[in-house]
């Protein structure tokens, strides 16, 4: 096996791993708090913020809701916008696995953003117009978002500390929250009006106020994408498990039936259930 070979099975040897990650692969599908417990506190700590986020792109393509919160959106135009792409030009011009491992750009993001190049040779093969719905949305925005966690994994690690962490935090803010509405099964209309941040303030670093904003709700919508996925059981046990992590005073002011709970008290809830997702799941 020569060396392209041999990176090329490595390669495909991580996706499957981090597959193996995602939350629809962890969290039992039968009731048991014990079993959810075990694969959640001893496995999902070997995922880091940007495995979480390639999973969750891949599960939007599956969400219908995911899909339409992007397309209903300026979702992708702002990252297209983002100035970071421009810092990463040498990187986005790379539209194939193949391409980007003979120039030396052999990453996981890379390889699953060449699905587009599938998508077109079997849209040119004469399928139906469902398979040119999917093309497009893989074209469209699978690309774009591949693209962009691509050049964020690239740059963040050059950065100033300070800067990535910002990145990291608001993208494993919008995760976390994301992740508990889709599988609280909230409508995607209501994510996208009222958990879509608008450009956040960082006085020192004014450079990556639109690269938060845009890493926030990339998170948001992959953690979405991700929780909306699971099964009834499924979401059940990451509920239990949610509150099981709970303080007894926490776990207090939640009681009560949840359709009676003010908006403001809902809110509340998916911030401290998200935050408890990303304290107990998200790599630090």
């Known amino acids: 096996m020569n ?52 999973n969750g792109i891949e599960a939007s393509q599956r969400v219908q809701e995911a899909a339409s919160m ?26 194939t696995f193949d391409e980007a491992a003979e120039q030396g750009g052999l990453t996981s993001s890379l390889e699953e953003s060449a699905k587009q190049s599938e998508f077109a040779a079997t849209y040119k093969a004469g399928e139906s ?13 699978f690309s774009v978002i591949t693209t962009y966690i691509q050049v964020w994994m690239t740059i963040a690690g050059g950065w100033a500390e300070a800067k ?5 935090d608001n993208s494993a803010s919008g995760l976390g929250r994301g992740v508990v509405m889709g599988a609280n099964d909230c409508g995607h209309h209501y994510v996208a009006e009222y958990w879509m941040h608008s450009t956040p303030s960082y006085p020192a670093y004014h450079e990556v106020e639109g ?3 845009n890493v926030y709700n990339l998170g948001l919508v992959t953690g979405y994408a991700a929780g909306k996925e699971l099964s009834r059981t499924q979401k059940g ?4 498990y ?16 949840f359709p009676n709970w003010s908006l403001q008290k809902k809110k509340s809830y998916y ?4 935050a408890i997702f990303r304290a107990n799941l998200i790599e630090n």
């Open 129 to 141: 117009l469902l398979e040119l719905d999917r093309f497009l949305f893989a074209a469209q925005m």
């Open 242 to 257: 949610l509150h099981d992590n709970m303080s007894e005073a926490t776990r207090k002011i939640y009681s009560g039936s």
């Open 237 to 240: 046990n990451l509920f239990s």
């Open 3 to 54: 060396l392209y070979e041999e990176m090329k099975k490595e390669m495909k040897a991580q996706v499957a791993r981090r597959r193996a990650l995602s939350l629809k692969n962890l969290i039992p599908d039968v009731r048991s708090a014990a079993a959810t417990a075990m694969n959640l506190d001893l496995l999902c700590k070997g995922n880091d913020v940007y495995a979480m986020v390639l």
């Open 164 to 168: 990535a962490s910002i990145l990291e």
């Open 70 to 95: 992007i397309r209903g959106s300026d979702f992708v135009r702002n990252l297209v916008n983002d100035k970071m792409l421009d810092m990463g030009k040498d990187l986005v011009r790379f539209n």
């Open 211 to 213: 690269c938060a904003k």
């Open 271 to 274: 911030i401290d259930c998200g």
